[in-house]
């Protein structure tokens, strides 16, 4: 029998909660098959333990995982399930550091301001675990994202019941961009004729120069970017939009990247912080500074820091920051319980996530008073902020959508090779004082160049030609097989978009395009053209760049599907492997808390199912192992009986949850493979594993039930307890012996 090799990867919060329920499942079925079941451990935690190893004992010590696992993405047998992980902010890596070592490993902590050169050596190694760690090193390959068709179809006949109405007439709510000096004003791009190497340098008024990144790796053929954001336009923006929002009586809400976008965007949601409470702020300038609060962080930093001054300091300070919720608009909030708003912590309100919860929600968010309210969206860069007010509007004008009748938009996205914006974030600089920032060859000619005032913020971006010629070949082929217009959202108007376009419609001339709808949008157009179709129930494909990928593939998921971690991610490696992603996990960390609180975990995994059925398919078809297909067809089978006997997790502690939904899903598949005719050997397998489960189905649901409404302790948050986590996410003994027991 051919074998195959699956890695499955260790990861973090509500989905490595559900692996300890699937996981053991997954590797019982396909013992004994051929097919392999190895993990790897990427959470945040286990990049932070592999990146420093000097003073862990060995028992600590854990290989790089996500190094190993970039390796092999680059190779023809790379077949990897890939599960959410954290994107990791500064106050998420201090607290899983704070951890860490009150468990016993001794890894440094993270130094927030660099003053020696100790300290920004180590804020440089911590700078491969923060952020966007670990997608650019994994997707060697181009995302081709939609819905199972099982799961649309659920999705239609059983729509999801969070949509809210907007409002027949008088909606406040919008979104507020800047109107000049964005990232989108200044951006300047070239393609690249001839490889080279490049550094970037700064030069200020006085003519010193300086470089700051030098022996960037270009290659033919490459389209690189420069861009700035002007700060004091920036915060003229902010402070306009403020008295705005206060005017019109609306919530103020911010929406960033500043998980992925990990260097640029936590700097400018600092600015707004700085905006919005500048009267507090600029008066205790000298102590803030004196205490390190980095507004980057949040006000949360800010407060948080308040006990290093004397009381009666801190609670003047304290008084000050109240008055501004006073003075300025009323603040959108993330827990009105607990007083914690939009502005308190930079990725508790990521625009991926956040943004179609507006629209979900009738154009609102929640205020101080636990209620929902029109707000006013901050998205200050114009590349993408258009494309979110044209949802609004069109809301306003239409209505909310119907997800029992709403088409599908999925979606074909570049990220190979680091492409685009988040591969930036080595790339990317404030401005010590006014001058300009240069892109120079190795010759020394020059690239690209802007000029910025001091504390812009520069990034450069670069995307490979092979990743963009993969692109289009994925676009057409989901084309194709799809019978469905496919987009491409480019705007010749911004300096990144026009270079591809013009290799867009140079490679297509590659392909057979006869009978296809393929058309060049700008984003606001494109969304216009795909709402107007999903409004009468019709399909479309959007072929966008990396960034528009991510928010894509959680808006129209969130809205057709009720979450983006149903979504089927496939993504077909350069080099022949497969990355088989498994949705998002935004809401991963109130799954979490209520866990804890009550043991009832309400993650659906159904993302997961999803992706063990292609990257089964992939053992096969690599190994010509057709027991991984006869696998991955009864899955998929059992996957459809999972949603038509609405198995999946309720929200309400005392019903089922996460492990009843693995329960059966596990039930579901013993008996597909149990009455499949096409292996007698499996079949044979099977059928005592499927009349344990269907005979024991009581027991078992009691048992699960049984394990829930009391606190869980997992050890920890982070770095929770392998032992602790298995008992927790196991607690029947009748379903794990009939696991156990499978020969």
């Not at 700008?522 to 528009?548: H, Q, W, Y």
């Not at 999803?610 to 053992?619: Q, T, Y």
Request: some cysteine.
């Amino acid at each position: 029998m051919s074998s195959a090799k699956i890695t499955w990867t260790k990861i973090d919060e509500a989905p490595a909660l559900a692996t300890h329920s699937l996981l053991p499942v997954l590797e019982a079925f396909t013992q004994g098959t051929g097919v392999e079941i190895t993990t790897a451990d990427i959470s945040l935690a286990g990049r932070i333990l592999a990146n420093f190893p000097e003073k862990l004992t060995e028992d600590q010590k854990i290989p790089d995982e996500l190094k190993r696992l970039g390796d092999l993405a680059k190779t023809p047998d790379a077949n990897i399930i890939k599960l959410p992980n954290i994107s990791a902010s500064i106050p998420q890596l201090q607290e899983a550091i704070e951890e860490l070592q009150s468990q016993g490993y001794d890894v440094p902590s993270y130094p927030e301001e660099a003053a020696t050169a100790e300290d920004k050596e180590l804020q440089k190694r911590f700078a491969v675990v923060l952020g966007s760690a670990v997608n650019p090193v994994l997707r060697e390959g181009n995302s081709d994202r939609r819905p199972a068709v099982s799961v649309k179809s659920f999705a239609q006949k059983h729509p999801h019941g969070m949509m809210k109405d907007w409002p027949a007439s008088g909606s406040k709510s919008r979104v507020a961009h800047m109107e000049a000096g964005d990232f989108f004003a200044s951006e300047k791009s070239t393609t690249l004729a001839a490889p080279t190497t490049a550094r970037i340098e700064f030069t200020d008024h006085a003519g010193e120069t300086i470089v700051l990144k030098d022996g960037i790796a270009l290659l033919e053929g490459e389209v690189i970017d420069a861009a700035t954001m002007s700060v004091s336009m920036l915060r003229d923006y902010y402070a306009a939009e403020i008295e705005n929002a206060k005017r019109d009586g609306v919530l103020l809400s911010l929406h960033l990247k500043a998980t992925m976008m990990k260097v640029s965007d936590p700097a400018m949601f600092g600015h707004c912080v700085a905006v919005y409470f500048k009267d507090a702020l600029d008066k205790h300038h000298a102590e803030l500074a004196e205490i390190g609060a980095n507004l980057a962080n949040g006000l949360s930093d800010v407060l948080e820091k308040l006990d290093r001054l004397p009381e009666a300091k801190r609670k003047e300070i304290e008084a000050d920051i109240a008055a501004c919720y006073e003075t300025g608009p009323a603040l959108a909030m993330v827990d009105s319980r607990k007083g914690i708003t939009n502005l308190h912590v930079p990725n508790n309100v990521i625009i991926d996530a956040s943004m179609p919860v507006v629209v979900r929600d009738g154009g609102k968010m929640w205020n101080r008073e636990d209620k929902l309210q029109d707000t006013v969206c901050l998205i200050p860069d114009r590349s993408y902020a258009t494309l979110y007010q044209a949802v609004i509007e069109d809301c306003q004008a239409n209505g909310q959508f119907d997800p029992a009748t709403m088409g599908n938009v999925a979606n074909v996205g570049l990220m190979a090779k680091k492409a685009e914006e988040y591969g930036s974030h080595d790339k990317t600089f404030f401005a010590a004082a006014g001058g300009v920032i240069r892109v120079v060859d190795a010759k020394g000619e020059l690239l690209l160049e802007q000029p910025v005032e001091e504390g812009d913020i520069f990034r450069m971006c670069q995307t490979k030609d092979e990743a963009i010629r993969d692109w289009v070949k994925l676009g057409v082929t989901r084309a194709r097989t799809a019978g469905t217009p496919a987009i491409f959202w480019l705007d010749a108007d911004r300096g990144h978009d026009a270079e591809l376009l013009k290799k867009v419609h140079a490679y297509l001339k590659d392909h057979d395009t006869d009978g296809l709808d393929i058309q060049m949008m700008r984003p606001v157009d494109a969304m216009a053209f795909s709402l107007a179709r999903v409004r009468k129930g019709e399909d479309t494909i959007s072929v966008t760049g990396n960034v528009l990928r991510d928010y894509l593939t959680d808006l129209f998921p969130i809205l057709e599907l009720g979450t983006s971690a149903r979504m089927l991610s496939i993504v077909p490696l350069l080099q022949g492997g497969g990355l088989f992603e498994t949705g998002a996990g935004g809401s991963a960390p109130k799954h979490v808390e209520q866990f804890l609180q009550e043991g009832h975990l309400r993650w659906d995994s159904l993302g997961e199912y999803c992706a063990i059925v292609p990257s089964l398919e992939k053992a096969a078809e690599t190994s010509g192992n057709q027991t991984a297909a006869l696998l991955a067809e009864t899955l998929d089978e059992a996957i459809g009986e999972y949603l038509e006997n609405s198995r999946y997790p309720s929200r309400k502690v005392g019903e089922i949850d996460n492990r009843g939904s693995a329960f059966y899903l596990t039930m579901y598949w013993a008996q597909a493979l149990a009455r499949q005719t096409k292996d007698a050997r499996v079949k044979a397998r099977f059928e005592p594993v499927a009349k344990a489960l269907t005979e024991n189905e009581d027991r078992i649901n009691a048992e699960l039930l049984a394990a829930q409404g009391s606190p869980v302790d997992l050890g920890g948050y982070y770095h929770p307890s392998d032992e602790k986590t298995a008992a927790a996410m196991r607690p029947s003994a009748t379903f794990n012996r009939i696991i156990a027991e499978i020969a």
